[in-house]
């Protein structure tokens, strides 16, 4: 639930904030300290990113991550078995 700054050119940083949404993407050093400053100052905007960005990463819950992990495990072992069976 916490607001960010990030770089833009950063990979997975970059994908995790939405930018203007839960948080900022800066281009650069001067811009990172000018959007961090914007948060300081603004109770409201950091309760709003803080808000999103709460709501960004419900789908990285460990119970959802978990549950697709257990799939495409299932998946691959039958997907496996029907190869073995048809080798025979």
């Not at 419900?58 to 978990?66: G, L, Q, R």
């Not at 549950?67 to 025979?88: G, I, M, N, P, Y």
């Amino acid at each position: 639930g916490l607001p960010a700054v990030g770089f833009a050119d950063a990979p997975g940083v970059n994908e995790l904030i939405v930018d203007g949404e839960n948080g900022f993407l800066a281009t650069d050093v001067d811009d990172f300290a000018q959007k961090l400053k914007t948060l300081i100052e603004s109770k409201e905007l950091r309760r709003k990113f803080g808000a999103n960005a709460k709501k960004s990463v419900e789908k990285y819950e460990a119970s959802k991550v978990w549950d697709a992990w257990e799939k495409v495990l299932r998946e691959t072992v039958e997907k496996k078995r029907a190869q073995s069976a048809d080798a025979r």
